[in-house]
């Protein structure tokens, strides 16, 4: 029903900048959140930046002022610009979208992930 996909990962210096992108598609409806969250190899998912259906931003601890995310609802996108990466930065960079439901949960959709490293 929703697809995700992810794209703009790879390798860069510490201090350079990466942009990923996250493009949803399908029966997303027009309530839904969309997120980014990263993963290390043995840690746990943590979240990076969330936009809200009516554009309220927040951002995890990780993002420390170096992550800027925006979002477009005409093309069902979410971005994270993301500079001054440091090599803790390295991960897998998740794309998340939660839908409400009617009666009163949600429903998760998450993508494949693009790898983001940071070399030092």
Known sequence: QV?????????VQ????????CAASGNTG??????????APGNQRD???TIGSGGATSYGDSAKGRFTASR????KSMSLQMNNLKPED???YYCNV??????GGTISYWGQGTQVTVSS
């Open 3 to 11: 697809q995700i996909v992810e794209s703009g990962g790879g390798l």
């Open 14 to 21: 510490s201090g350079g900048s990466l942009r990923l992108s």
């Open 30 to 39: 027009s309530a839904y959140a969309m997120s980014w969250y990263r993963q």
């Open 47 to 49: 979240l990076v930046a």
């Open 72 to 75: 477009d609802n005409v093309k």
């Open 90 to 92: 390295t991960a897998l």
């Open 98 to 103: 939660v839908i409400p439901t009617t009666e």
